[in-house]
């Protein structure tokens, strides 16, 4: 028999298991505060613009720099989301592993884990997409026994 999910029920507060990204309110809703996280999150770890349009799934340069310009009237794909998401969940473990200066440099730092073969985190993600930032994801949640 399978566990099930239990969802804690507080009067006044939603337990989601996760945003309906497909939902076109929703989206709408989280995208101005994915694009100002997204946007320090590159700031902290110093990566470049063509890196951070990488990063978003090879995202135009025109579109790139009009959500940089104007992010609260951007409404992001369910599939930027998801990619800024799962960055934000690495800049997290990463601030909770390290201290602050290892954790802004251990994205560029040359890594001998054998999944990275010698990359940078950031030259994996970008070579590998989102499935390349899900297993850094999953290796950092590991790491601090999220798994």
Do not use: C
């Not at 390349?132 to 999220?146: F, Y």
């Amino acid at each position: 028999m399978a566990a099930a999910l239990v969802i804690p029920h507080i009067a006044g507060y939603a337990f989601d298991v996760s945003p309906d990204l497909s939902n076109l309110p929703t989206r709408e809703r989280l995208s101005p505060a994915a694009i100002k996280g997204f946007l320090r999150i590159m700031e902290k770890w110093g990566i470049k613009d063509t890196e951070a349009r990488q990063l978003l799934g090879g995202l135009s340069s025109g579109s790139y720099y009009g959500f940089k310009k104007e992010p609260k009237h951007r409404t992001l794909d369910q599939d930027t989301l998801t990619r800024i998401s799962l960055l934000v969940g690495i800049f997290k473990a990463l601030n909770i592993l390290y201290s602050k200066s290892l954790a802004d440099a251990w994205i560029k730092l040359p890594n001998r884990n054998s999944m990275f073969r010698g990359m940078t985190p950031l030259a994996y993600m970008i070579q590998r997409g989102l499935p390349g930032m899900l297993h850094v994801r999953q290796l950092l949640d590991a790491r601090r026994g999220g798994q």
